[in-house]
Each structure stands twice: as structure tokens, then as C-alpha cells.
């Protein structure tokens, strides 16, 4: 497994992501507009290059993981970028956008003769490290087939097929995102409904964990919850109040009603403020 | 196993539990308002009483699962029922109703010298036939110890108990209940939209219960709602309703805040007006 990777992004799940596919035998091409993230890749063998298309090989597979819809779109605009990555080219997005801003995209590939396989990635920088992420993908078959066994070296446990057309992974995504948003959100509401009422939450979390909610958001958000009922469940991180307003976006372009996320995306917004 | 149980309240939980009992070789004396749902347990051997006091032995134990706070304090209060039960009875109440509605009748029975022994239920009818109820339990230790192979024979799979204040149990079904509402709404929200947007809800909910929530809520009511996105998702049942409405209650009653509980009961209100 001597292929060279094009490799864009080295965020927080970026960097353990590329990582795993280094050990795995592959060779990178590492951008990132922080140059300073790569080190430890460079030390492991990845090339740095300085610019978005310096990263890509003609009829190769280029990787991104960047963190919204404006970055993304500036990467694949970027000089070069699909004319280089051109016929036969494989662009695996991994980014969590818009559905929409995924269409788009997928529409300027095919007409460079090039792929756009969505492979939206469910799992905290940790499961990367644990080769335990969950990765939904969607876009044209003969692609897909091709970067499957990336996708297993990128640390994918599960890869979940959603068909040909781009769009349903960035979905799925937001859904999911979505629901762990409103479980940790209804969970920080019960518990410290529990805690003022004098009923330990975590013995009451314990409980709900081996019985109606045995899964992985609810024990480990339920645990951090219960151990400082006060502090917002998410309020380390950006990516909860980012997704639930993707989420929105997505379902108002669909006229869905969406109270539930307007409701948390005003709750995640305050906790913002107040951090 | 010849002892016998009082048992009043024959609804949908009630019928298969004290089912459960009579299997299990306990003989019962059973009440209900409307008589006529006792048939099925006077073939098998139960005794049919009229009045609420009639199935109460001094010294025994009585089992309570009514339908809300009035039921069960109008039994409670009911001529001879806490005089009857007496000193060494316990009374078994499994109804959810508010903490303090626990709590002001535990202190009645105490005063009775009897024991009120709270013990909820998490599971539905089926549940129950197949002896796979979730139980937490609050109450005297004694009293607890004596009733724990009467809950086991209800089709109690799991019991766990939480001390010795009364209160604590209510309160956890009602977190319980209110996460399983906040969770069937946020489903229906977001399945909603992925189905509006083209992508199949069986195939998202096929991946999320396999990944991020494998858990018996997430894949009984996700299936449902996959199936029917315009259906609301408990329309067939009171019980969220008025259980997401004694969760404000009991959280309003020490100021702890429920944004996501009062927009839950004003949708679960309009799914209600709507059906």
C-alpha cells in the first residue's frame, strides 16, 4: 500500500485521522493553512506542501477535512485544484456542510470528469485514535469501491452506504449531530432537575444507561453531566451550535419544522455567550 | 408462595403485572373502578373486591398502579384503607405521580405505622408480559427487602433501588419519561427532514441505533417513525403528556429551568388537540 494520499485539513479529527493512515502504509501529501500542525506527519514521513493543489495527483484521491462550507469551497475553487485532480480523480469531502453546498459541489466535479465521494465522519478526535469511527458515505459506486479500504484505514469501525447521490452523508451527519445536541441537552435539563431535587444524578445516569438508554452519547455525555450538573454540556467545543444551525438551514430550505432545533440552537448560542 | 396481595388498579400495566403475580403462585385480592377488566384474573383464581379497602389485609401488602396523583390519593384516602393496612403493611405504590405527592403520603402512612414503598415502572404492556420492567425503587429497607421478590414476580428484569427517601423514584421515571419524549420528538423532527430531503428515514435510523444509539427507545420509536414521519410519534398515548407535565412541575418547584420540557408539552399539547 504504497499509494500517495492528498490529505487537507489537520483539525482536531484531521490530524489523529491522517495519522492512522500514515501507519497504515500510506504515503501523504499534507496541506493544512496552519503549516505548524504537520510536524509530527513530517516526522513520520508525510510531504508538507504549501498550496491546496500541490497536494492533489492527477486521476489520484485527494482527502479534505476542513471546518465549514466556506473553507471547502475555497479549497476546491483554489488554482488548479480540479483541472489537476481531473479525470479519474477521486475528491473524498469529510467536512460536515450543507447538503446543498455538497450538490453544488459534486456538480463542478463531474463536469471536471472527477468524483466527490461525501464521507462525513461521526466520532470525537479519541475514536479516530481507536480506529472506532463511523463514517457514512454517499456518491458515485466505482469511487466509493475505491476508497473504501481508506476509509477502514482512517479508522472507520463502520462504513454505511447512502446510495450514489451526494447529499444523504452530510445529512445523516446533521441528523445525527442534531440528536447527540438534543440528548445532551435534555440530559443536562433532567439532571439538574434530579440534583435540586436532591436525588444524586449520577446514580439516576447509571440507572437510564443500563436500561432505556444504553449508548454511547448517553453515557458519556450523562457521566460529564452528572459530575458538574452547572457547566454546558458541549461548551468546550463549537461544533454542536455550527451543526444544529446546518441542521435548520437544511430542513427550512424543505419547509420541515424544526422547534426542537430552534430551540437548541438558541440554548447552544447562550451557553456561547456565557462561556 | 401462598401469600396474598392486594391489588388495585387493573389498567395497562396493571392487568399484565398482577398477571404476572397470579403466575407466579401469589394469590390476589384485585380492585378496579371498572370491574369488568378484572374477568381474565378471577378465571385464574383472583378474588374481585368492590371497594379499595377490600383488598387490603392488616399486615399485608397492597399494590397501587393508578393513573395519576387523584387516583391515587382518592385511594389512599379511601374509608378504612391506611386503618386497615396497619402497623407492619406496606403499600406498594407504582403509579407516577409528582415526588411530592410521594412524599406527603408516605408521611401519611407513617403515621399509620405502615410502610409506602415507591416502585415505578419504565416498560410498556409487552414489557411486562415479558418480564423485562425496569423498577427503582424508594422507601423503608425493610420494607424494600420484603417487597423485592414481589416485584421480581411482576416481571421486574431489573431493580434498583434509590434509598430510602421517598421521592426518588417518581423523580427518575419522570426523567426517564421526559428523555424518552425529548428523544421520540427529536426523531421525528429529524427524520422528518431527511425524508423531505430525499433520503430514505429507515436507512438513517437503520445506521444512527447501530452506532451512536443502539438503545431500545431509539430503535423501537425510530422504526415507527421511519415508517410514518407525519404521525406523531406518541399520539396513541397520554402518558408523555401528562408525564413531561409533572416534570415542569416538580423542576418549576425548585427553580430549575426546562426549556426543552415546556416546548415538549406545548408539541406533545398540539399533537394531542390534532389527534
Known sequence: MSETIGFIGLGQLGLPVATNLLTAGYALRVYNRTASKAESLVAQGAQLVTR????????????????????????????????????????????????????????????????????????????????????????????????????????????????????AATLVKLVGNFLIASAGRSLREALSMAEKNGVDPKAVIDMLTQTLFPAPIYQSYGKRIAENTKAAPFSQSKIPLKDVGLFKTTAQQVESPTPIASLLYDLLRSDEARA
Not at 463536469?111 to 457514512?136: K, M, N, Q
Request: net charge negative; aromatic share 6%; with cysteine.
Open 52 to 167: 491546496p493543489v500541490d497536494a492533489v495527483m492527477t486521476g489520484g484521491i485527494v482527502v479534505t477535512i476542513v471546518w465549514d462550507d466556506a473553507a471547502l469551497e475555497s479549497v476546491v475553487m483554489s488554482d488548479g485544484f480540479l483541472e489537476h485532480l481531473g479525470p479519474g480523480g477521486i475528491h473524498v469531502a469529510m467536512s460536515t456542510v450543507l447538503p446543498e453546498t455538497s450538490k453544488k459541489l459534486a456538480a463542478i466535479h463531474a463536469h471536471h470528469d472527477c468524483a466527490y465521494v461525501e464521507a462525513t465522519i461521526f466520532g470525537r478526535p479519541e475514536a479516530a485514535v481507536a480506529h472506532s469511527l463511523w463514517i457514512p458515505v454517499a456518491g458515485p459506486q466505482r469511487a466509493k469501491e475505491r476508497v473504501r479500504p481508506l476509509l477502514s484505514a482512517m479508522g472507520g469501525q463502520g462504513i454505511f452506504d447512502f446510495g450514489e447521490e451526494v447529499g
